[in-house]
């Protein structure tokens, strides 16, 4: 198989190869996609009122640890020039939407996905080869598609509510 190239999914790290590992080979492999699972459309509502919030916003007013930089871009498409693996015929590519990205003054940018779950220090553990897998697209595009380099902060922007307001 020299000439198999291998789609990879950055969403497919932070889900599908932590809960299956079977499923994730079924997918990427063999081509049949895990079954889709029930998805309140109330989380898509969310999230695009979470990127449409945040979107041209100070990142350090968000979050007073970072430094000057602006919150861009929500949802573009990623793809990365093809992986090859010392020792195999095939290769690999990174291929998703990211939610977010920051340019920060300095000139770095920052790769942010949103959550809307608890706040708790495993989810950066869970989330990390998803968003590395978005940098390293950033950084080593295909032809044609945006380079953002380097990206020098991943992270993820949890919105866990804890109450309403009618104003």
């Known amino acids: 198989m020299a000439d198999k190239i291998w789609k990879l999914s950055p969403s497919d790290f ?3 190869w932590n809960e299956c590992r079977r499923c994730f080979y079924l997918k990427v ?23 449409e919030y945040f979107e041209g916003k100070e990142i350090s007013a968000i979050v007073p640890e ?45 790769v942010i996905d949103f959550k809307t779950s608890e706040t708790k220090p495993e989810k950066a553990v869970l989330y990390a080869p998803q968003l590395h897998a978005y940098a390293y697209a950033l950084e080593n595009p295909a032809p044609g598609k945006p380079r953002l380099a380097p990206v020098t902060r991943l992270g993820l922007l949890c919105v866990e509510p804890f109450a309403m307001d009618r104003s």
């Open 29 to 51: 492999a063999r081509g049949y996609p895990r079954p889709f699972g029930a998805f309140p459309k109330i989380f898509g509502v969310i999230d695009t009122a979470m990127k």
């Open 66 to 110: 970072l430094p000057a930089g602006i919150v861009q871009a929500g949802e573009k498409k990623v793809e990365s020039t093809p992986i090859t693996v010392p020792g195999h015929a095939g290769q690999c590519y990174i291929y998703g939407n990211f939610d977010t990205i920051v340019k920060f003054a300095d000139g770095g940018w920052g």
């Open 14 to 16: 932070g889900f599908l």
